[in-house]
């Protein structure tokens, strides 16, 4: 298996490195020469208007779809060269939650959090079921173990499915639109949280966000990709971005439009 | 190292837990049971602190014994001082007893009893009756409309529909009809050779192709194929709140996405019957003229002969009725479906089985009708 992975030289405090990634459907390229870093323990935020392709860039970093060209590196590691069995082991360590949940529907809550647990581990039916209430437990949901995703409500359900992404101890947790959906303090909640596990767990942790709310609440650094150049036009602290860019496009979005 | 636990008494009232090393998930770590029998067996404890300087990394492994200790304290009213805790630790399972359980949710993870689960189901199918009622109600409403001209639905969506349940649904047909012929020749003819009469294998297929097993084939096959189609559909569409979509624009559901299905059916049904039994008698005939010595002119004639336009009327009368009930069960259940993945798959089982259900009732009720009125 060694003889398999490819090591690129990389920041040493660099967890994902992405390397002249250019995204495409088929002939049509989503976005071009992305070059940007994401630390060890940061928060990282993907953002930019509508139909950028963020949700399409958070694919390409959670392994479901490959770069048209390009390379993004997991501490050196190049994903999209390394045999199955490796991209499996760089993918154990990821925990997502979806824009909707995407909790399983035909499972209980305690079951969708023990799934991974159960095919992943070998600890005990015991030691699972701990773990499981542990987790909810962290996300507000203890007590909630036995409902069906259908018999709770949307924000809930986005607390459940954070529970399962954090079910094996992900060094890397990704969220798509996080609070989309929430009410503002729902969402302000989550944020807290998010910010909670890095602290208390040293998670990296990168989201796909326009919620300019929580992206300066959040955001330890941020990438912008616009959806007309269909490349990155910054990359940097938010509200250094907001207050020193030298890119009008990038004020204004920061700015809500409002210079 | 995995991890080290050890319980001290810095005074008579104060319990110490003293944690080292590396306390994984994936690692063996000492189990609170000594904690707990501590505290059952010396009452004089009033607090639990812990020294966690030791430990050299931690992940859910900690937690849950944390979570484990919090609890033990909380049953024995203990107070906890979680400050000697590492740093991260203390400050998640802060988080993790930040909401209370909630607690009498109604949730019971225990099958109820045989007698209750009885109970629950009959009531369930009681309540089911006059849903089932009302959807025929609407249905029959939107057929009035569609009469008098007034049902809005979209002619584009109904051809794509006819599409889907007639042409595509041939080779299957197509396919099971010529089985049936087939093997409804064959049996016959088996038995007829015994008498020298193999020649009424003809009437034997062309009557049984017609009247029955023509329109029973396709129905069953319909029933799996378009029923569990139209409630999935359906089902999918009122997953994503299409359904709702429409009603919130003034559009009648049962109008706009039920009529045309059920139409498309009922235009459709006819026709497939008359194919399949007309694939049937030409497998007849290739039993006949193959197996057992009998000309294609012979079995023409005899097929001739044999039928009547009442057979065929009857055949297409019940490929009709049956077709009304595939419809009407896809769309029902479809209509009926819940909000999520399971229960669209529960609709799509539940389709067919109704459909089948349904098709046979309307079968054995037609075919005893059609003898009583000697047609």
Redesign the interface.
């Known amino acids: 298996m060694e003889a398999t992975t490819v090591l690129y030289e990389t920041d040493p405090d660099a967890h994902i490195s992405v390397q002249d990634l250019t995204m495409a459907y088929g002939d049509f390229v989503i976005q071009r020469d992305l070059n940007f870093t994401i630390r060890r323990g940061d928060i990282f935020i993907i953002m930019g208007g509508s139909g950028c392709g963020k949700s399409t860039l958070l694919r390409h970093l959670i392994g479901l779809k490959a770069p048209a060209s390009g390379r993004v590196l997991y501490d050196g590691i190049s994903y999209w060269e390394s045999s199955p069995a490796d991209q499996q082991r760089i993918k154990r360590g990821f925990g997502m939650s979806f824009q909707s949940g995407a909790l399983w529907?035909?499972l209980t809550l305690a079951e969708n959090v023990a799934l991974p647990l159960g095919e992943y581990?070998?600890?005990t039916a015991a030691?699972i079921a701990?773990?499981v209430?542990?987790?909810l437990?962290?996300v507000?949901?203890?007590?909630?173990?036995?409902?069906?995703?259908?018999e709770i409500s949307g924000g809930m359900q986005k607390r459940a499915a954070l529970a399962r992404a954090i079910a094996l101890?992900p060094a890397i947790l990704f969220f798509d639109e996080p609070s989309a959906g929430l009410d503002p303090i729902s969402s302000r909640r989550l944020d807290d949280?998010i910010l909670?596990l890095r602290?208390?767990?040293?998670t990296t942790i990168v989201v796909v966000t326009h919620e300019l709310a929580s992206i300066f609440t959040i955001a330890d650094n941020v990438v912008f990709l616009d959806a007309e150049t269909r490349t990155m036009i910054a990359t940097g602290n938010p509200k250094t971005l907001r207050d020193e860019s030298p890119d009008p496009r990038v004020r204004r979005f920061l700015n809500r439009g409002e210079i | 190292m995995p991890g080290q636990l050890n319980l001290q008494f810095p005074s008579p009232d104060n319990l110490r837990v003293v944690l080292a090393d590396s306390w994984l998930?994936?690692d063996s770590r000492p189990s609170p049971d000594d904690i707990a029998l501590q505290l059952q067996s010396r009452s004089d404890i009033h607090s639990i602190s812990f020294d966690g300087t030791a430990v050299t990394q931690w992940?859910?492994g900690l937690?849950?014994f944390l979570?484990?200790v919090f609890q033990l304290a909380g049953e024995h009213s203990i107070n906890i001082d979680p400050d000697g805790l590492p740093?991260?630790?203390r400050?998640?399972m802060t988080?993790?007893?930040?909401?209370?359980?909630?607690?009498d949710?109604g949730?019971?993870?225990e099958h109820p009893p045989l007698l209750e689960r009885i109970g629950l189901r009959s009531l369930s199918m009681w309540r089911a009756a006059p849903e089932m009622l009302q959807f025929l109600g609407d249905v029959t409403l939107s057929f009035g409309r569609l009469l008098r001209g007034t049902a809005q639905f979209r002619r584009s969506d109904l051809m794509l529909i006819v599409e889907d349940v007639g042409p595509h649904a041939l080779p299957i047909v197509s396919l099971i009809s010529f089985l049936v012929g087939l093997i409804v020749a064959y049996m016959g003819a088996v038995q007829l050779a015994q008498f020298g009469a193999q020649i009424y294998i003809a009437n034997l297929v062309s009557l049984g192709m017609t009247r029955e097993m023509g329109a029973l084939m396709t129905g069953i096959i319909m029933a799996g194929r378009t029923g569990a189609a139209f409630a999935a559909q359906l089902g999918t569409m009122q997953v994503n709140e299409e359904i709702d979509a429409f009603r919130t624009l003034g559009f009648n559901p049962i109008d706009f996405l039920v009529l045309p299905r059920m139409l498309a059916l009922v235009l459709m049904m006819p026709l497939l019957v008359l194919y399949a039994g007309i694939v049937g008698i030409t497998a007849g005939m290739f039993v006949a003229v193959t197996a057992f010595d009998i000309s294609t002119f012979e079995y023409y004639q005899q097929t001739v002969r044999s039928m009547a336009w009442t057979h065929i009327w009857v055949g297409v009368i019940k490929g009709t009725v049956y077709g009304i009930l595939i419809a009407f069960a896809g769309c029902l259940r479809g209509m009926q479906c819940?909000?999520?993945?399971?229960?669209v798959g529960e609709a799509t089982t539940s389709a067919v089985v109704t459909g089948i259900l349904f098709i046979v009732i309307a079968a054995s009720l037609l075919t005893i009708m059609f003898q009583e009125l000697g047609i």
């Open positions: 529907s035909s581990t070998d600890l030691d701990e773990v209430s542990l987790k437990s962290l507000g949901l203890s007590g909630f173990e036995e409902f069906y995703p259908s101890d949280l909670e602290v208390s767990l040293g | 998930l994936t992940d859910s937690l849950i979570a484990r740093d991260g630790a400050r998640m988080l993790a007893t930040a909401v209370p359980a909630k607690e949710t949730k019971h993870s819940g909000r999520s993945a399971q229960a």
